[in-house]
């Protein structure tokens, strides 16, 4: 019942589960091996605040939130 996706430290995304393709209307081939950045706008994702964000991960921080996600077709 949860969408899940995976990535590594860098944004690439390894893998995504059944759930989440069907909710963002994506295949698998849409978004493995691509970057996160896919999922925002392009002004949120040219911010400082995306780059930190990338950046705390990478250091092994742990994010829990809600986040605003495009979808296939353009809308949130």
Same mark, same amino acid.
Do not use: C, P
């Given at each position: 019942?949860?969408?899940?996706?995976?990535? #590594?430290?860098?944004?690439?995304?390894? !893998?995504?589960? #059944?759930?989440?393709?069907?909710?963002?209307? @994506?295949?698998?081939? #849409?978004?493995?091996?691509?970057?996160?950045?896919?999922?925002?706008?392009?002004?949120?994702?040219?911010?400082?605040? @995306?780059?930190?964000?990338?950046? !705390?991960?990478?250091?092994?921080?742990?994010?829990?939130? !809600?986040?605003? !996600?495009?979808?296939?077709?353009?809308?949130?």
């Amino acid at each position: 019942s949860t969408a899940v996706i995976e990535f #590594d430290t860098q944004g690439i995304v390894l !893998r995504v589960n #059944d759930n989440f393709l069907k909710s963002m209307s @994506y295949s698998r081939q #849409d978004v493995v091996g691509k970057h996160h950045v896919m999922f925002f706008d392009e002004q949120e994702a040219s911010s400082k605040e @995306y780059q930190v964000f990338w950046q !705390r991960l990478s250091n092994g921080e742990f994010i829990a939130s !809600r986040f605003k !996600r495009i979808y296939k077709h353009g809308h949130e």
